[in-house]
């Protein structure tokens, strides 16, 4: 149509057209090429619509300096494209823009797994669209689960999942524009077996001279295709079209039949031209307007158009203001949607609504929820003996919002007797569909499953048993300011009184920095301060409070009923125990009288179900258990399962004590200040007496010159013996030297006579002189 059209109007030039259909081989379509240049003269090549096609064909258009224009180019375009190829204009746009959109359908309708289904060859054409739509995935919270290769025949591919009923069943499939492209020239069956798939389209607008061009297209297909019905031209058609205007434009341009391959390539590629796809401009080698994007649904044996989709807008029902004139912009008033407005007929029927993107669970195949066997707790989940179903506050929870989803959800559960980071494992691998039961959320269990919104707060809360207000042995209670001041003033004394104790005899305390000294008086006091401490039988538990709180192994004890806390509390097994919040709340609900608990300084994500990764049932439960917690739900079954012990339903209870007195610890303060003060003095006395003697040893020498030595105002003496000058340590000074550094880390006392400082330590009258500080 275009050279015949041309032909009519133009009176200096004629174009003569010749075609050729070498089939699917890219090496058939380059051999086509250059028997096209070898025996037709040829001064153009244009066509090929596959990227593999189009770069064989640039080689041949550089050997000969023929312009080729495809209508391909690859999804990522390699580097010094322009320099490898420079007679070849690629008429299209890179793949970048079509996979966003791709990823922008997934993530509107919270599609998480994406089966890619493409066109494989040895050339790999279409690793590059995989490596952008991963890329855009990811950015959507979705992956590709798989991609496989399938052979060029669509016909095949979609009767094949229709039989294998992959076509239906909450699935939904979304067609690139290298098949949406070519609908328009499809038969009829080939597009009803299609029917409820999504497609992207490159949109163009309907001109005039688009619909002139169309009722001739019209007029020529029905002659030739009586059959066919569907008469309307693809963007492939158009782009051809579009592709021979410039073509002529440029010979037009130089009015001679002169015009170089050279020339023409460059007046094509600096050319400002509009047809019927609109305004075409080239910018290193290829269009430079990003495309306009737009969706179509499968109906029948044809297809509907519904939105539009734009790098800068997203989805919108329109591309113009509401004015009609003007484009859509950023800052325009369009109607924006964050997903598709319009109704959609999906495959397979849904009953108006949206499909998963996800295999649900039939009475044929339910899913599988694995749920704990032993739990610390039983009100939170338990299998009663004989039954095969569990009970308990997270299965009633569980059946609540199976209640308020859309759809059904056949299911069956399965008891797990481990560790809960096993059964998470279990889900995982797939074992399980999904786990149910008072499991806490984590950010190391989040990398293997998909969580729900939690059902319930969670936290590391102490228990210890409970004492009386006034008595003066409440230990663990929040602290009063005075009370943390005073606390503190014993620590460090009684800090210090260790140090001084350890200095003589323990190598930690003596010969290292002073930091040292003190990092490891403090490490001392805390071990011996500190008691056995229990906690529950989940192993995260365990592993936090000796990764994060610094416990040791040998002082956790691992209890594995809640009735088996008050015994090993009552033998003194352990000192406290740490639960987690709901753990407390049961359990102080039961013991109000005998125990309390401290606040929680320590979160964690909560309970919650934990299905596999990229569940949409899991969002569908987050959201159920939401509504839930709003209307009151939650806190109903909640006072239903934990309601209190008799003896602690009042409120008036000791545990809301919340600050305590500097009285209350009067004993502890007093018997920890009295043991630190004996200690010191058992070691002090004999020190004190040890310096007295070598004091007196000291005073009884008399100097070489016959005067005894004798200090003045804290100085030590100064004797002279044969002119040098010999320190001796007087009376003082005694308690200073004796705790000199040198000497104090000898394992006994050593004497040192006046004459054993004539003999052995002579110095020169340099040295500074020994005053008490």
């Known amino acids: 149509m275009a050279v015949q059209n041309f032909n009519l109007t133009s009176t200096n030039h004629e174009l003569s057209l010749h075609l050729r259909h070498p089939g699917e081989d890219p090496l058939q379509v380059a051999y086509a090429a250059e028997e096209l240049i070898k025996e037709k003269k040829v001064k153009v090549i244009i066509g090929m619509d596959k990227w593999e096609e189009a770069a064989l064909v640039a080689n041949i258009g550089n050997q000969y300096q023929i312009p080729i224009l495809s209508f391909a180019t690859p999804a990522i375009t390699p580097p010094l494209t322009t320099l490898r190829w420079p007679f070849l204009m690629r008429m299209a746009s890179d793949g970048s823009e079509q996979m966003r959109c791709i990823a922008a359908l997934v993530g509107c309708y919270n599609w998480r797994k994406v089966v890619v289904v493409y066109e494989d060859n040895v050339y790999g054409g279409e690793s590059g669209n995989l490596a952008l739509l991963s890329e855009d995935l990811q950015e959507v919270g979705a992956e590709i689960a798989y991609h496989l290769s399938s052979l060029p025949m669509l016909t095949?591919?979609?009767?094949?999942?229709?039989?294998?009923?992959?076509?239906?069943?909450?699935?939904?499939?979304?067609?690139?524009?290298?098949?949406?492209?070519?609908?328009?020239?499809?038969?009829?069956?080939?597009i009803s077996s299609m029917e409820g798939a999504l497609g992207i389209q490159t949109y163009y607008s309907s001109s005039s001279s688009y619909q002139s061009f169309e009722a001739q297209f019209r007029k020529?297909?029905?002659?030739?295709?009586?059959?066919?019905?569907?008469?309307?031209?693809?963007?492939?058609?158009?782009?051809?079209?579009?592709?021979?205007?410039m073509v002529t434009q440029a010979i037009e341009k130089f009015g001679s039949d002169s015009i170089s391959p050279k020339m023409l390539l460059n007046s094509v590629l600096g050319s400002d031209f509009t047809g019927l796809t609109g305004e075409i401009h080239f910018k290193d080698g290829m269009l430079s307007d990003a495309p306009t994007l737009r969706i179509v649904n499968v109906v029948g044996k044809k297809y509907k158009e519904l939105d539009f989709w734009s790098p800068n807008l997203g989805f919108s029902k329109t591309?113009?203001?509401?004015?009609?004139?003007?484009?859509?912009?950023?800052?325009?008033?369009?109607?924006?949607?964050?997903?598709?407005?319009?109704?959609?007929?999906?495959?397979?029927?849904?009953?108006?609504?949206?499909?998963?993107?996800?295999?649900?669970?039939?009475?044929?195949?339910?899913?599988?929820?694995?749920?704990?066997?032993?739990?610390?707790?039983?009100?939170?989940?338990?299998?009663?003996?004989?039954?095969?179903?569990?009970?308990?506050?997270?299965?009633?929870?569980?059946?609540?919002?199976?209640?308020?989803?859309?759809?059904?959800?056949?299911?069956?559960?399965f008891e797990h007797d481990g560790l809960y980071d096993e059964m998470i494992e279990s889900v995982y691998n797939k074992t399980y569909d999904a786990a149910i039961g008072d499991i806490t959320i984590l950010s190391e269990r989040t990398k293997y499953v998909e969580f729900t919104q939690p059902y319930a707060e969670s936290g590391l809360s102490m228990i210890v048993p409970f004492a009386n207000k006034d008595s003066a042995w409440i230990f663990m209670k929040p602290f009063s300011l005075q009370t943390w001041i005073v606390s503190g003033a014993i620590f460090i004394?009684?800090?210090?009184?260790?140090?001084?104790?350890?200095?003589?005899?323990?190598?930690?305390?003596?010969?290292?920095?002073?930091?040292?000294?003190?990092?490891?008086?403090?490490?001392?006091?805390?071990?011996?301060?500190?008691?056995i401490h229990g906690c529950d039988n989940d192993s995260f538990v365990q592993n936090y409070l000796e990764r994060v709180l610094g416990f040791e192994k040998e002082h956790i004890k691992i209890i594995g009923h809640e009735n088996d806390y008050p015994t090993v509390f009552d033998n003194k097994t352990i000192a406290a125990a740490f639960l987690e919040l709901p753990y407390e709340k049961v359990f102080l609900d039961k013991y109000c009288k005998r125990y309390?608990?401290?606040?929680?300084?320590?979160?964690?994500?909560?309970?919650?179900?934990?299905?596999?990764?990229?569940?949409?049932?899991?969002?569908?439960?987050?959201?159920?258990?939401?509504?839930?917690?709003?209307?009151?739900?939650?806190?109903?079954?909640?006072?239903?399962?934990?309601?209190?012990?008799?003896?602690?339903?009042?409120?008036?209870?000791?545990?809301?004590?919340?600050?305590?007195?500097?009285?209350?610890?009067?004993?502890?303060?007093?018997?920890?200040?009295?043991?630190?003060?004996?200690?010191?003095?058992?070691?002090?006395?004999?020190?004190?007496?040890?310096?007295?003697?070598?004091?007196?040893?000291?005073?009884?020498?008399?100097?070489?010159?016959?005067?005894?030595?004798?200090?003045?105002?804290?100085?030590?003496?100064?004797?002279?013996y044969n002119g040098d000058k010999t320190r001796i340590p007087r009376r003082a000074s005694t308690f200073a030297h004796a705790l000199d550094t040198d000497r104090w880390g000898s394992s006994r006392w050593e004497r040192v006579s006046n004459s054993d400082n004539l003999e052995n330590h002579h110095e020169d009258s340099s040295q500074a002189e020994i005053e008490m500080a």
């Open 596 to 720: 309390t608990g401290t606040k929680s300084a320590h979160r964690f994500g909560g309970f919650g179900f934990a299905f596999q990764k990229g569940s949409p049932i899991a969002s569908d439960f987050s959201r159920a258990i939401l509504r839930l917690s709003e209307k009151g739900t939650l806190k109903t079954l909640e006072e239903r399962w934990f309601a209190p012990s008799p003896e602690c339903s009042t409120t008036a209870t000791n545990n809301n004590v919340e600050r305590l007195s500097l009285g209350c610890f009067k004993a502890i303060y007093i018997v920890s200040a009295t043991i630190s003060t004996i200690c010191f003095l058992l070691v002090l006395i004999p020190l004190v007496r040890n310096s007295r003697n070598h004091q007196e040893a000291n005073e009884g020498n008399v100097s070489p010159s016959g005067k005894s030595g004798s200090s003045k105002g804290g100085e030590v003496s100064k004797p002279f």
């Open 156 to 190: 095949y591919l979609f009767r094949e999942a229709k039989n294998m009923g992959l076509v239906g069943r909450d699935t939904a499939w979304i067609l690139s524009n290298s098949i949406t492209s070519f609908l328009d020239s499809m038969n009829n069956s080939v």
């Open 220 to 245: 020529i297909f029905r002659a030739e295709y009586q059959d066919e019905d569907n008469f309307l031209p693809g963007i492939q058609a158009l782009r051809a079209y579009d592709s021979i205007g």
């Open 493 to 531: 004394y009684t800090l210090l009184i260790v140090w001084f104790l350890e200095h003589q005899s323990n190598p930690y305390f003596r010969g290292r920095p002073l930091k040292v000294q003190i990092e490891n008086a403090l490490w001392l006091l805390s071990c011996s301060l500190f008691f």
């Open 319 to 413: 591309l113009y203001a509401e004015d009609g004139k003007e484009r859509c912009s950023n800052s325009s008033v369009c109607n924006i949607t964050e997903c598709l407005s319009g109704p959609v007929i999906w495959p397979g029927d849904l009953n108006d609504r949206d499909p998963k993107g996800w295999a649900l669970p039939t009475n044929a195949r339910p899913l599988r929820i694995v749920v704990p066997k032993r739990t610390s707790f039983d009100k939170f989940v338990t299998f009663q003996t004989g039954e095969a179903l569990p009970e308990g506050f997270c299965i009633d929870i569980f059946h609540e919002v199976v209640e308020r989803l859309n759809y059904s959800l056949p299911h069956e559960f």
